[in-house]
């Protein structure tokens, strides 16, 4: 039996529960990474920063101007 196949078994109180169970450890989880890294020292110097931001997609934007499109109106 897999594991949605027995999720789907239990009560839909059950589920409920379980499924807010699973929400709060993300949320508890989420919480206690940003203290962790803090206390371990390990928050992202500027440096890391903006190695981080050259990595990034860049978007460039092109204006559309009506002459030259080609197109009649």
Do not use: C, Y
């Not at 196949?5 to 239990?10: D, T």
């Not at 997609?57 to 009649?72: A, C, Y």
């Amino acid at each position: 039996m897999s594991l949605l196949q027995s999720f789907r078994n239990l009560s839909p109180r059950t589920r409920i529960g379980v499924g807010l169970g699973l929400l709060a450890w993300g949320a508890i989880g989420l919480h206690l990474s940003d203290r962790a890294e803090e206390r371990f020292g390990l928050t992202p110097s500027e440096e890391d920063r903006e190695a981080l931001k050259e990595l990034g997609p860049r978007i460039t934007v092109v204006d559309r101007s009506d002459s030259g499109s080609g197109k009649e109106r």
